[in-house]
């Protein structure tokens, strides 16, 4: 199977970069929530910011982004498109891995991942506002 990579004109990318902020507002407002289900809404928000920052960060860096549904395929990108970052890159590996569980599993999650995995996104999503300040 081959990548699937994307391209995105200037106005599309500013959208994107809007997405990544609202999917981290709204990640935001539950991430102290008292059911198992608002934290993994809070979580899955928090996975969609993260993936919709790393398509802006791969586009300005790199020229394209994954499209695919292979994740592996936006990590690689991410990595090569903030090389030295290897910790932004790393968290954003971590967000991928809670996706599923996050928007299709059925088991609990607790407020100490929903708080880890808000951090990631933040980390994710302020690497993508400072390449966007150079773009």
Do not use: W
Not at 8 to 17: S, T, V
Not at 54 to 77: F, K, N, Q, T
Not at 121 to 126: G, K, N, P, T
């Amino acid at each position: 199977m081959f990548a699937r990579r994307g391209h995105l004109n200037e106005a599309q990318l500013r959208e994107r970069a809007d997405r990544a902020r609202e999917f981290l507002a709204f990640a935001d407002l539950h991430v102290s929530g008292e059911t198992s289900a608002q934290r993994a809404t809070s979580v899955s928000n928090a996975v969609l910011a993260a993936i919709a920052a790393s398509d802006v960060i791969c586009m300005c860096r790199l020229g394209e982004y994954a499209r695919g549904d292979d994740h592996r395929e936006a990590i690689a990108l991410l990595k090569a498109a903030l090389p030295g970052q290897a910790p932004v890159a790393a968290g954003f590996s971590r967000l991928i891995e809670a996706k599923s569980l996050a928007q299709y599993g059925h088991g609990q999650v607790s407020l100490s991942e929903t708080a880890a995995h808000l951090k990631r996104a933040q980390r994710v999503v302020d690497s993508m506002e400072d390449v966007l300040r150079r773009h």
